[in-house]
């Protein structure tokens, strides 16, 4: 899959093709989207965050014969056709100038691994030191039972 394209529409009713650039008028509001050149079937490559409550998901794509498609906000599909009509329907929502999203970097396991290890330790070293306490008390205690 290629030019992989998900937009988040504020919207009450089905978003068909047709109606998407009434969304988004020239010089209105950019709508927020996630974009990516190269997609491979079946993965997954990041998401669209920041979307505002009450928005939809539609995403344009091409499939691997170069076609172009709509997939509405209820799961309709409908054609786009060439890259050419692609790129006419990006200008009159006024994404002319398309750019990937950078993908989102996951925190690494690592990072929490170590942290957690840190505040082991250190509750490790405390309960060492209660112990060591507790012993000398009982120790204390035994010596003077004993005298």
Do not use: H
């Not at 709508?31 to 079937?41: E, G, H, L, T």
């Amino acid at each position: 899959m290629s030019d992989l394209l998900v937009l988040a529409v504020a919207a009450n009713g089905r978003i068909t093709l047709n109606s998407l650039t009434s969304y988004f008028p020239v010089g209105g509001v950019k709508p927020r989207y996630f974009y990516r050149k190269k997609v491979a079937i079946g993965g997954t490559e990041g998401s669209l965050t920041g979307a505002y409550a009450g928005s939809d998901m539609v995403c344009l794509f091409a499939d691997a014969s170069g076609v172009y498609w709509f997939k509405g906000n209820r799961g309709q599909i409908e054609k786009i056709g060439s890259q050419a009509r692609f790129k006419k329907l990006l200008r009159q929502i006024s994404l002319n100038k398309l750019e990937e999203n950078p993908l989102p970097v996951k925190k690494m396991k690592t990072e929490k691994k170590k942290t957690s290890k840190k505040k082991n330790e250190q509750e490790d070293k405390r309960r060492k030191r209660a112990r060591r306490k507790k012993k000398e008390e009982t120790s204390k205690k035994k010596k003077e039972e004993e005298s």
